[in-house]
């Protein structure tokens, strides 16, 4: 199969109406992501407790200079006295308390790490429950790699958004913390499977001129579901309301999914192109053009790749296997995507897992961060579509400024000490530079997703990103204890980061640029895609 099919685009149109429904209809699971992915900093958000034990809460209160919370500590291990210098927190864990108490004075006394103490000896759990997201997000990709390139990109939003629910609704219930935390397993296994199915759908759906104007766009659900959810956590402070809340709203993208065709690109590929014709003529209505224009059997006949000329659908079930059996540039490329997705996880999720790196309450910073990402979706679409920067130097220019923007950030943090007024320019040096770090973060992940879905052919798609999600995920698992390192030694995750971000861009670079060119359809095309354009080592 070649380029030919774009052609119907010229005819349906490469953004019309139809297609902006469709990506709003879509953007709904990228928003209810967005709330997933970062609920885990509520949840696991800590207020401040001492032992109740009432001798030992006696003696603290009576041993510290501390003018903050009446006796109540951080899990932080140093703080700033009332001289606003740094100085030694008392150990509020103590082996012969028998009883903890929170300061119920903040809003997130009533957490899920409250409920269940992760607190002192269980304050581990706090990092193996974020480690268990990722487990979770590798299961979803390995999950996508059968369902979406197999049985379609409906099926996958569907199996998604339906596991997302069940799992959230019955964490919301349950009275276990290692039942509750094992099904976060599968809530993030959905949220892998529905995100990225209804991404590599809505670049589907688009013609060659507007694909990276909706790739890039489409983050701002997301970023759109990041802020919000600093009001919704406000609002549904108990987190087994909040919990519930994050399962019901799945029903909703299930209920678009009566409205909304197959993608007609998938549909071509696996040989059923009447389908994918009814498709097509559809967004041609819709869009105001005349749908008798489109004629799919045209394209087949002109498609000098495909089986045969009559319509009969392709039976082969592709796997992840066959992206190591079509060549070493494939299995190159293949690479170079899993390193720079793995580098983007630590870099997104080192700082996304971290609020308390700004020095805000946890829903002003959770809303900052978010606001960060909202740029993305126009920066980034005019960085990635213009011709001296394009979508591999656009990248891996991203990757290495957010590297450089994360270690001077972490610097200026140290420097600022306990004042942390905007009278204190070295406050106002880290919170810039760590929301522009931020801001390429996101931007970084969007570009790996775009150009993953364009350096592989539609019917290996689907496996490609699943590879490099399953296996940058492991990447993701050492994030929360790269976070961990700040409480004792500031300095290091900057510096680890940093310099995953510069060693990435560099890599980057050696990818073939895809700016203007036709979606592969594949293998023969991106083989002699890889020849003509693959950096010559």
């Avoid at 919301?172 to 209804?198: D, I, M, N, P």
């Avoid at 080192?350 to 993305?376: K, Q």
């Avoid at 126009?378 to 450089?404: D, N």
């Amino acid at each position: 199969m070649t380029d030919n099919f774009d052609k119907l685009f010229d005819v349906v149109g490469h953004a019309g109406r139809y297609q902006y429904f469709l990506f709003f209809i879509l953007g709904i699971s990228y928003m209810i992501t967005g709330w997933t992915l970062t609920s885990v900093n509520f949840l696991l958000m800590t207020p401040d407790y001492r032992c109740g034990d009432s001798e030992v809460q006696n003696f603290n209160q009576n041993s510290t200079n501390l003018d903050q919370n009446l006796g109540f500590y951080s899990i932080k291990k140093d703080a700033c006295d009332k001289n606003n210098t740094r100085t030694t927190l008392p150990d509020p864990c103590n082996s012969t308390c028998e009883n903890y108490e929170f300061d119920k004075s903040e809003r997130t006394w009533n957490s899920y790490a409250v409920e269940y103490k992760l607190i002192c000896e269980n304050r581990s759990y706090t990092t193996l429950i974020k480690q268990a997201w990722f487990l979770g997000i590798a299961i979803g990709a390995l999950s996508m790699s059968i369902i979406i390139d197999n049985y379609g990109r409906k099926a996958g939003i569907l199996v998604g958004e339906s596991t997302r629910l069940i799992a959230n609704l019955l964490i919301a219930r349950s009275s276990s913390l290692q039942f509750s935390a094992g099904l976060r397993v599968l809530v993030a296994a959905g949220h892998e499977l529905a995100q990225k199915s209804a991404y590599i759908y809505v670049i589907e759906v688009v013609g060659g001129e507007k694909r990276g104007q909706f790739g890039m766009s489409f983050i701002f659900f997301y970023s759109f579901g990041y802020a919000s959810l600093s009001a919704i956590a406000y609002v549904l402070p108990y987190w087994r309301d909040f919990m519930m809340f994050l399962g019901l709203v799945s029903l909703v993208p299930i209920a678009t999914l009566y409205i909304i065709d197959e993608s007609p690109r998938y549909s071509y590929v696996q040989g059923k192109y009447d389908e994918a014709e009814k498709a097509l003529k559809k967004i041609a209505k819709k869009n105001g053009n005349n749908p008798d224009l489109v004629n799919v059997q045209e394209i087949v006949k002109l498609d000098s790749n495909t089986d045969n000329d009559n319509g009969t659908a392709d039976k082969k079930v592709y796997t992840i296997i066959d992206l190591f059996r079509n060549g070493s540039r494939m299995i190159y490329v293949l690479t170079v995507c899993v390193i720079s997705w793995s580098g983007v996880n630590l870099l997104y999720y080192g700082v996304t897992l971290n609020p308390a790196g700004l020095p805000f309450n946890i829903y002003v910073s959770n809303l900052c961060y978010a606001l960060a990402e909202w740029p993305v979706a126009i920066l980034g679409s005019y960085a990635i579509e213009t011709k001296k920067l394009g979508r591999v130097r656009a990248m891996a220019l991203c990757y290495s400024s957010c590297g450089i923007c994360l270690v001077l950030g972490s610097i200026a943090q140290k420097y600022a000490g306990c004042d942390t007024s905007f009278d204190n320019y070295y406050v106002v040096i880290s919170i810039c530079l760590k929301m522009i770090g931020k801001f390429l973060a996101a931007l970084c992940f969007t570009c790996a997703y775009m150009v993953c879905a364009e350096m592989f052919p539609t019917n290996v798609r689907g496996n490609a990103m699943a590879v490099c999600s399953l296996l940058s995920r492991l990447a993701g698992l050492i994030a929360p204890w790269i976070i961990n390192l700040g409480e004792t030694m500031p300095l290091v995750p900057g510096y680890i980061l940093g310099a995953v971000g510069i060693l990435c861009g560099g890599l980057i670079l050696t990818l073939p640029e895809t700016r203007g060119e036709p979606m592969l359809m594949s293998f023969e095309q991106a083989d002699q895609f890889y020849k003509k354009k693959l950096f010559k080592l």
